[in-house]
């Protein structure tokens, strides 16, 4: 049975940054995703069982990374110049299907982290 633990989320100002951990991974595909208040839940970013793809939504390009450590049991997500539109709780998630290029869709996903508070605010 697989458990996934974020943590690295907290109170930052417009243009700070952030490192999402997302322990448990294993040798899954790997899904980040958050929601805010009174709103769906988005992707955000995603990597593939085999590392070979990586996603991210528009709204992130350029300024997120997602990565992974083996060693370590971990996938992260650096955000770097971070916005108030940030805002929200961040879940990690994973797929049991081995695939070659990952989704940004909730339904494709079978195990849920607790999510973590990411606040930017001014």
């Known amino acids: 049975q697989l458990q996934l633990v974020e943590s690295g989320g907290g109170l930052v100002q417009p243009g700070q940054s952030l490192r999402l951990s997302c322990a448990g991974s294993?040798?899954?595909?790997i899904g980040w995703f958050r929601q805010a208040p009174g709103k769906e839940r988005e992707g955000v970013s995603c990597?593939?069982?085999?590392?070979?793809?990586?996603g991210y939504a528009d709204s992130v390009k350029g300024r997120f990374t997602i990565s992974r450590d083996y060693a370590k049991n971990t996938v992260y997500l650096q955000m770097n110049d971070l916005k108030p539109e940030d805002t929200g709780v961040y879940y990690c998630?994973?797929?049991?299907?081995?695939?070659?290029?990952?989704?940004?869709?909730?339904?494709?996903?079978?195990?849920w982290g607790q999510g973590t508070q990411v606040t930017v605010s001014s």
């Open positions: 990597i593939s069982t085999n590392d070979a793809n990586t």
């Open positions: 998630a994973a797929r049991e299907t081995f695939v070659a290029m990952c989704a940004l869709v909730t339904y494709v996903y079978d195990y």
């Open positions: 294993g040798y899954y595909s």
